[in-house]
């Protein structure tokens, strides 16, 4: 479990999660389609190795110190921009 959430805490700062992230590519290169995202996703993003995947709310487990969560296979979306800007927070429910 440890060894996940040092991978999840790596690929998350990877990602520039932390930071704010311009995102000007939404609009022209494509769109994230987020009925095909599992329930939990939070997030889309591409790695530096052009994989992208679905990044979910952390699992709490009960009566422990620590949390969880595995990054999942996503597809594209035809994202072609720098993996730098790729990162794209599920929009609310308004």
Same mark, same amino acid.
């Not at 000007?24 to 389609?33: G, N």
């Not at 790695?47 to 709490?60: L, M, Q, T």
């Given at each position: 479990?440890?060894?996940?959430?040092?991978?999840?805490?790596?690929?998350?700062?990877?990602?520039?999660?932390?930071?704010?992230?311009?995102?000007?590519?939404?609009?022209?290169?494509? #769109?994230?389609? @987020?009925?095909? !995202? /599992?329930?939990? &996703?939070?997030?889309?993003?591409?790695?530096?190795?052009? #994989?992208?995947? @679905?990044?979910? !709310? /952390?699992?709490? &487990?009960?009566?422990?110190?620590?949390?969880?969560?595995?990054?999942?296979?996503?597809?594209?979306?035809?994202?072609?921009?720098?993996?730098?800007?790729?990162?794209?927070?599920?929009?609310?429910?308004?």
């Amino acid at each position: 479990m440890v060894d996940g959430l040092f991978q999840l805490t790596f690929r998350l700062k990877k990602l520039n999660l932390f930071a704010a992230i311009p995102r000007t590519w939404q609009a022209t290169t494509m #769109k994230v389609d @987020w009925s095909k !995202a /599992p329930k939990r &996703a939070r997030w889309w993003a591409v790695d530096e190795d052009g #994989k992208s995947h @679905w990044f979910c !709310a /952390p699992n709490v &487990a009960a009566f422990t110190k620590f949390w969880f969560s595995e990054p999942q296979p996503a597809p594209t979306f035809g994202f072609t921009g720098d993996w730098h800007n790729s990162l794209v927070e599920r929009p609310t429910a308004s």
